[in-house]
Each structure stands twice: as C-alpha cells, then as structure tokens.
C-alpha cells in the first residue's frame, strides 16, 4: 500500500501534514461507522476492510452503511437489505440512499428525493415488514448522527434535522445550513464531514449537544479531488473523482472542538 503525506488544514487554520495511505482497489461509495467500514465498487460488489485488506461479501449493493443500526444496503432496483450473520435480509421499502449512523435508527432518500427514517424500535426488531416515517422535503442524502441530522438537496443546499431522537426519528423542523455540499456524513462521534462539486472536503467545526449544528465548515483538505468522504474511529476515508480510496489519519476529535 502506498503510504503518503497529504496536506490538510486543521480547525485552527495551520496547516497539517496528515499521514494517508492509498488503499487497494477502487470504490464508488463507502462508509465508516462503529469501527468498521464497508463499501461498494462500480460493478456493485461489495467488501468489508477487515485484518488490512478488502473482504468480499455476498450480493451487490449501490450504497452500503455500517452504524449503531448495524449493516444496511440498498440495489441497482433500490431494494433495501440488512446484513444479518452475513447474509443480506431484504425489508419492505425502496431508497437509493441509506445512513445507519444514528442511535440506532436508520435514515435515507428514495429515487424521488422522498425523505425517510425508521425509529430504533423498528430497526432493533427483526421484522423485514419495516413502519418507515416519511419527513417533508426533498434531499438527495440525509446522514444522522449522536448530535442530529444533516442533508443536501439537488441544488446542494444543507440542511439540519431539529429535534430528532431515537424513536421521534421524524424530528420537527428543517434549518438550513450555509454552504453548498454534494453529500454530507455524521460519524458515530458525532463529526460532520461533505463533499462540494469541487471535490474539496470540508468538516464542520463547533459541534456540541449545545450547539449541534456547529459554528462554520473549514476546507480540510489541499489536495482536492473527492466525491465521497467519511469519518470513523481516528480516520478519514475518501474516494477520489476515479474510485481510489484513500485513509488518512484525522484524529481531530470532537474534544479538540471545543477547547
Ligand atoms: C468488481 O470490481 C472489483 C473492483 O474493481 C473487481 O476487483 C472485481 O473483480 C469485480 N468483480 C466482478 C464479479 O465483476
């Protein structure tokens, strides 16, 4: 694997050198969540990183989540499945989006940028016949996390869920957020990281159970050229415009916010 240093700045606005490695193979989507990371390549299959390497898994998939909600997935057709001992369970519903980043409750958007969540008293049973909530508006990616909910519509416009808990999924209330993002990830910490039409990726800074829709977004990265990021356990995973995966070390936590 081919180690190197990439340039990123820090909240502060000086400039680290942040130790990345290129990861074999080429994805168009992943996700980072709950110390593991699942994703899926053009082709659809699907891998898992497990002992340094990618681990194929059964099925095809065109989005994948790993979360508190456990293992999600939905297919070309938008078939929405659940990883259960390695096996994919198909449920009831159609999303081409899928997050099972928050609380274990799960969120996501149809192919009509239709809103959707699912409360964790439904995604905790093992019913596959699933009561999901729809959410008015219209977003093409919406990602939960401890602190709440975050969205981009197709103008890339942002949005934040207010007052969504478990098993109140549906929340009240949209705040729109300043900047424009083609998609946006919480991670299991609670941190909010994009990606805009430029491909550079950006972190929202000031986020705490007091003021969870954070205070500004910084560009964290110099080299830019990504469509998709995610954060997980100490690490940055992004896909580059041509599928390369790349895993730097951002340990910036969640405490360093908000010294
Ligand atoms: C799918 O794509 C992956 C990654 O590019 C490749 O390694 C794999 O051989 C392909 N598999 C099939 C079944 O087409």
Redesign the pocket.
């Known amino acids: 694997m081919l180690r190197f240093i990439c340039l990123f700045l820090l909240y502060s606005g000086a400039i680290a050198e942040l130790p990345c490695t290129v990861m074999p ?3 168009k989507q992943l996700d980072a969540g709950n110390g593991e990371v699942y994703g899926v ?3 659809d ?1 699907i891998y898992l990183w497990h002992a340094n390497q990618w681990a194929r898994i059964e099925g095809r998939l065109i989005h994948v989540t790993v979360g508190p909600a456990g293992v999600w997935g939905v297919n070309k057709e938008n078939y929405i499945y659940r990883l259960n001992n390695f096996n994919w369970i198909q449920v009831s519903g159609r999303l081409k989006q899928i997050d099972a980043g928050g609380n274990k409750f799960l969120s996501g958007a149809n192919s009509n940028d239709d809103i959707y969540c699912l409360n964790q008293d439904a995604t905790t049973s093992p019913a596959t016949s699933l009561p999901y909530v729809q959410i008015d508006g219209k977003l093409k990616h919406y990602a939960c996390g401890p602190f709440g909910c975050w969205g981009v519509n197709s103008a890339n416009e942002i949005y934040y869920r207010n007052q969504v808990t478990p098993n109140a999924c549906h929340g009240t209330s949209w705040t729109r957020v300043d900047g424009s993002l083609i998609m946006v990830e919480v991670g299991t910490d609670g941190s909010v990281f994009g990606v805009n039409a430029d491909g550079s990726v950006y972190k929202r800074v000031g986020i705490c159970p007091k003021n969870p829709r954070g205070t500004s977004w910084i560009q964290i990265d110099v080299c830019n050229g990504f469509k998709y990021v995610s954060h997980d356990s100490g690490f940055l995973w992004l896909i580059s415009h041509n ?1 390369n995966v790349f895993r730097c070390e951002y340990a910036d936590s969640m405490l360093s916010d908000l010294l």
């Open positions: 193979g080429k994805l390549a053009d082709n299959t599928g």
